[in-house]
């Protein structure tokens, strides 16, 4: 759940409202509220001024720190999102807006405020773009904090929780110098150009095809949606068994290591699943950190 402005103390542990943010509040959806029916647009991405309020540059929620992202440009991540509702409808957010839980609106922990996310389901490849104005989730192995409507819109009301891949909309310039294109000549007159003679036919190459990295295929949003959690992308076997060994060894006996051949030099990737249920990500993301293994990544491909 996303942590109101007036509970985050800069630099500070919080004193008050710690229940508010924990995984035991209980939240819901609007009961018998015809507007359910109609769901907005998606929020439409513009250039916007920084927050005055809720962009720390540095701040502590449960005694731990989170620094804001100087930018949100490049951001791009996988995990787990939740969502918000009733409970907070009409509260202020981290940054002073009233949270509106009819709006595409959405928390997030690190991204300026606000800021722009195009969110995907893994599990339904429904997408949809908020604009981030609150700060959250405060629980473990969650990444995004969605509106009510933002999560009603990707099908996630039901489980409360999914697997989605929340990718950045940035309006930021690169900082430093930029090329300063040179002064373009003068226009010449444009001379006559010979006729295009065709290239003798022994010189045509045979057609040769190639194949791109591969791109996750369109979610069905049923169960056999295949999403996996990568553990390790080695360019040499051994390696690659070496960690395989280190999963099975430890229990997990679901994990395989996948040749991928579109790239050169072909890369080993040792991957798990296919992952259905939240709740199975978040039990193996904690085994994966006691075998100190703390970068997983979710694919779908």
Not at 159 to 169: F, H, K, N, R, Y
Not at 204 to 215: I, K, N
Not at 276 to 292: R, S
């Amino acid at each position: 759940m996303p942590i109101n402005h007036g509970r985050i103390i800069v630099l500070a542990t919080l004193a008050l409202g710690v229940s508010a943010c924990s995984g035991n509040v209980r939240d819901s959806a609007p009961r018998g509220d015809g507007r359910t029916a109609t769901l907005p647009g998606d929020a439409v991405p513009r250039p916007e001024a920084r927050s005055r309020y809720g962009n720390g540059p540095v701040y502590e929620v449960f005694g731990k720190r989170y620094t804001v992202m100087p930018s949100s440009s490049g951001y791009q991540e996988r995990g787990v999102a939740s969502w918000y509702g009733q409970k907070f409808h009409g509260r202020l957010t981290s940054n002073r807006e009233t949270y509106d839980m009819y709006q595409m609106t959405a928390a997030h922990k690190t991204l300026p405020l606000p800021s722009y996310v195009r969110v995907t389901n893994l599990r339904n490849n429904k997408s949809i773009v908020v604009r981030v104005n609150d700060r959250g989730p405060f629980v473990n192995n969650r990444i995004i904090d969605l509106s009510f409507a933002a999560a009603k819109k990707l099908d996630m009301i039901r489980d409360g929780t999914s697997l989605v891949e929340v990718t950045a909309i940035s309006f930021d310039t690169p900082p430093g110098d930029h090329v300063t294109s040179a002064p373009s000549e003068p226009p010449r007159a444009a001379e006559p150009q010979p006729s295009p003679q065709p290239p003798p036919q022994t010189a045509v190459p045979e057609p040769v095809e190639t194949r791109q990295a591969s791109e996750p295929e369109p979610l069905t949003g049923s169960d056999e949606n295949a999403v996996y959690v990568q553990v390790g992308a080695f360019g040499s076997r051994e390696y690659a068994e070496r960690r395989h060994k280190l999963l099975t060894d430890r229990g997990i006996a679901n994990s395989f290591i996948f040749a991928d051949t579109d790239v050169v030099p072909t890369l080993y990737r040792v991957r798990i699943g296919p992952i259905v249920e939240v709740i199975q990500y978040d039990i193996l993301v904690e085994e994966l950190e006691n075998l100190g293994i703390t970068d997983p990544y979710l694919v779908t491909d």
